[in-house]
């Protein structure tokens, strides 16, 4: 069974910090991903790696960056933490492209509260 | 941009059908996906469909129409455990989901 963990249920943050989010996956993925989720807007992608050390954008890339040292590990940085960034945020991990119907695996979430 | 639109809210009962409507207009298509997530908890995998027609997975089925943009899934014998949230994803490229909003379905007894 494919486990993706992550570091924290629930984190609160004042704003300007800096403010990591780890994700680890246990079935050695080529891919990560992290999402937010907020109420009405669904899943929105982040960043995703398809490879440690690569990185690429998803849709709202803007205030975050991201760390993918180790294959398994897979880190979401927010350099300067906002009000806006309060959210739910969701780690996933999947097999590469010719791999079956390669669906992505999903870790529990993080909820972030920025004050 | 991608645009993946379902119903907000979606309220049955017990031992009923319901069906979940998805369309999509996506700068590319490799294939659809129906995850279920319920409250405070992660999204889990339901079904995946790449070519037209109807996929059966014991209570839960999808269907996927690629020339109209469409796919259901179509949820049989309805039980409370099946109150979730219902995603609709579509995958664009080789790695991207994009997600609909989400379908909350209400089972009430």
């Known amino acids: 069974d494919v486990k993706v963990t992550q570091s924290s249920r629930y984190l609160v943050k004042r704003t300007g910090e800096k403010v990591f989010l780890e994700c680890v996956q246990d079935m050695d993925h080529e891919n990560m991903f992290w999402y937010r989720q907020d109420p009405g807007l669904g899943l929105r992608l982040i960043y995703f790696?398809?490879?440690?050390?690569?990185?690429e954008k998803g849709d709202i890339p803007e205030g975050y960056s991201v760390s993918r040292e180790k294959k398994e590990r897979f880190s979401l940085i927010l350099e300067s933490a906002s009000t806006s960034q309060t959210s739910m945020y969701l780690c996933?991990?999947?097999?590469?492209?010719?791999?079956?119907?390669?669906?992505?695996?999903f870790g529990p979430g993080t909820r972030l509260t920025v004050t | 941009g991608q645009n993946i639109d379902q119903p907000t809210e979606m309220t049955a009962t017990e031992g009923a059908i319901v069906q979940i409507n998805c369309t999509y207009q996506t700068s590319g298509f490799n294939g659809l996906f129906w995850y279920q997530q319920h409250a405070g908890e992660a999204p889990t995998f339901l079904s995946y469909?790449?070519?037209?027609g109807l996929e059966e997975k014991g209570r839960f089925s999808s269907f996927l129409s690629r020339s109209k943009g469409y796919s259901y899934l179509l949820l049989k014998e309805l039980q409370m455990k099946d109150s979730a949230s219902y995603l609709c994803?579509?995958?664009?490229?080789?790695?991207?989901?994009?997600f609909g909003a989400g379908t909350t379905v209400t089972v009430r007894a």
């Open positions: 996933a991990s999947s097999l590469s492209p010719g791999d079956s119907s390669y669906e992505q695996y």
């Open positions: 790696s398809y490879d440690v050390k690569m990185k």
């Open positions: 994803a579509v995958r664009d490229g080789d790695y991207k989901l994009s």
């Open positions: 469909n790449v070519l037209d």
